[in-house]
């Protein structure tokens, strides 16, 4: 019986590899959610993704996107993927937290210096530590995209000091890294979905946003915010996300098509986010944004005051996680 099977294994294998390459590729849906908009660099990297699977599937698989959280919030659309429900999702890794508190490390401020040190982390050692941990909540990681280093937007006053925070009310994302910092640098901060933010801002139920350049820019908050504080307090990764019951049901070869042009894509999507960064911030100020730097030393002061956020945070996100994170910095930096 056991040798029956194992010849018609070996069979069914020589078999497999005799046939063309695309034997293992089957016709594929796969809907994409995303709660920026399509002129986000998100959709160039989307159309680099769809290009490499339409050349690699031979037009097999159909790819939808759908914008501007459509199919849910971040977190939503998540969790449909864990239910099989939907394919996929770009999302930033802090409404997640409370799925994997692990992610809670990127949610740390002023982790990272610039972008060539967030690349060498996402895409080195310890980004695949973190992408391994996602299968066990029916996850994948297919790569490591860019959302980018946060900028505070208002409509009160410029953000030159800590104290022009005092009782600012400031949405932050569904995590709570980013309220603790915020109520620490004494602002009223309120968690809300993406998607909720423009009306919030536009009714003038919050004052003040974080995010991006790009994000700033094709959300259109630049409509409903007048002051713009180059703050720089966290850089924020998306995830590209997949489902892991879905993906379960695709052959290994269809698999590392998902992952290969996933990585294709990465690398079009910060390409294009890089560069239209400074495109982003000289459109925010022509649309009449007033622009302000931080001092050093209110940069300084900013960043003793949320260092005890680390201390208090380091437990729920894993000592381990925040102390390995910190290793690969150290050595990068060291290097
Ligand atoms: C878009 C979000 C967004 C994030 C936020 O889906 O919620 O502020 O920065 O860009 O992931």
Redesign the pocket.
Do not use: A, E, L, R
């Given at each position: 019986m056991r040798k029956a099977l194992l010849t018609s294994m070996a069979a069914a294998f020589a078999l497999s590899t005799a046939m063309p390459a695309l034997a293992q590729v089957e016709e594929r849906t796969i809907r994409i959610s995303?709660?920026?908009n399509e002129d986000h660099p998100v959709g160039d990297g989307v159309d680099a993704f769809k290009a490499c699977v339409d050349e690699a599937t031979d037009g097999a698989w159909t790819v939808n996107a759908f914008w501007g959280?459509s199919l849910g919030d971040?977190l939503d659309a998540t969790q449909q993927l864990r239910s099989g429900t939907l394919e996929a999702v770009i999302?930033?890794t802090s409404?997640l937290v409370g799925i994997e508190p692990a992610l809670g490390v990127f949610d740390l401020p002023f982790l990272f210096a610039n972008e060539e040190e967030a690349d060498a982390i996402l895409d080195g050692e310890f980004g695949d530590y973190v992408s391994d941990m996602m299968p066990e909540h029916n996850l994948v990681n297919l790569a490591w995209w860019e959302?980018g280093f946060r900028n505070l937007t208002n409509s009160v006053r410029p953000v030159e000091s800590v104290e022009d925070l005092n009782g600012m009310r400031v949405r932050v994302?569904q995590n709570n890294i980013f309220l603790d910092t915020f109520e620490t640098l004494g602002a009223n901060a309120t968690p809300m979905a993406?998607g909720e933010v423009f009306t919030a801002l536009e009714t003038g139920a919050i004052d003040a946003q974080e995010?991006p350049f790009v994000?700033i820019d094709t959300s259109q908050f630049y409509e409903v915010q007048d002051y713009l504080s180059v703050t720089r307090h966290a850089y924020?990764p998306f995830m590209f996300l997949f489902s892991k019951p879905v993906w379960d049901t695709y052959s290994e070869e269809e698999q590392n098509i998902l992952v290969t042009c996933a990585e294709q894509g990465r690398d079009e999507q910060r390409r294009v986010s890089r560069e239209l960064s400074d495109q982003s911030l000289a459109k925010l100020r022509e649309s009449g944004m007033q622009v302000n730097e931080l001092s050093e030393e209110e940069q300084e002061r900013i960043r003793e005051q949320v260092a005890e956020v680390y201390e208090r945070h380091a437990e729920n996100i894993g000592p381990e996680v925040v102390e390995r994170m910190q290793t690969a910095l150290e050595e990068m930096r060291n290097q």
């Open positions: 995303n709660g920026v959280s971040d999302t930033s409404p959302n994302m993406f995010n994000t924020t």
